[in-house]
């Protein structure tokens, strides 16, 4: 059995003393929270605020990263907009509806009792979508760690993440540590692009990013993740030595919901 480093432990409980323990308060006590709900006042705000509140980057940030790569990618640039950038992000999410992908979205036809999805209608041409689509990730990109960390592409979407939870989130003391999966098949390499992928058998999908992550146990809102980046990368992170592999995941995803301590 690894031992327990003391200090460590005692760290860990100066940053957690802040918090309220609302789990010793009578029933009768208990606050009411609402799914999403929001360290300022949301009471005059629209979905679209809301939305913009919890995206993981600022927006003029993540305007400047993905027209940054655009300019690389092509020579020259078109600057993409922020209401393209928020029109792209609305296509995608309502892509899932007609079960459609691709230049199938901007058909007028329909499909049986499907309407037509006519995406053209919205003010936005396939290409135009194609070309915001192949730089958007780099919305979440850090491009000054592309030396040092593998995972430069979408490590500044996690941080920003984790950042924005903390920030905004009213978190109850039920927290609930869990792990997920973002499904990735690699086609011509064995992890197709990304530095490290997992396999894990229970999972519905089982191969492809792993995330060990913190769920508000009373209203569901993620607020921690953790990408799972190779046996040998995560030997080295924080807690590995002291308290071993399960414990130090575990100390990790409890603090990083208190504070940025990475």
Known sequence: MVPRSEAVLDDFYKKAAGHRDDADLP?????VLQPGVLSSSISDATPLDVWEALFPVGMAKALALINDELCKQSGRINPILEHELLKFTGLV??????????EGL????????????????????YRRFSSIRKVYSFCFSEPEARMTDDWWR??????????????????????????????????TSKYGGLPNISF?????????????????????????????????????????LELGGLAATAMRCSMGVISDFL
């Not at 029933?27 to 606050?31: A, F, I, L, R, T």
């Not at 999410?93 to 691709?102: E, K, R, V, W």
């Not at 058998?201 to 809102?221: A, I, Y």
Request: aromatic share 10%; proline share 5%; charged share 25%.
């Open 27 to 31: 029933d009768s006590q208990m606050p």
């Open 93 to 102: 999410l309502a892509g899932g509806y007609f079960g459609q992908s691709g």
């Open 106 to 125: 901007w058909t007028r036809s329909s499909f049986g009792v499907v309407p037509a999805p006519n995406f053209g209608q919205f003010g936005m041409s």
């Open 154 to 187: 979408f490590i500044g979407g996690i941080r920003g993440f984790n950042a924005n939870r903390r920030r905004t989130i009213i978190r109850s003391a039920v927290l609930t540590i869990d792990e997920s999966m973002s499904s990735w098949n690699p086609q």
């Open 200 to 240: 894990v058998k229970r999972k519905p999908k089982p191969l492809g990013t792993e995330f060990k992550d913190v769920c508000d146990g009373c209203h569901g809102v993620m607020l921690f993740l953790e990408i799972q980046e190779g046996k040998d990368r995560m030997r080295e992170k924080t807690f590995r």
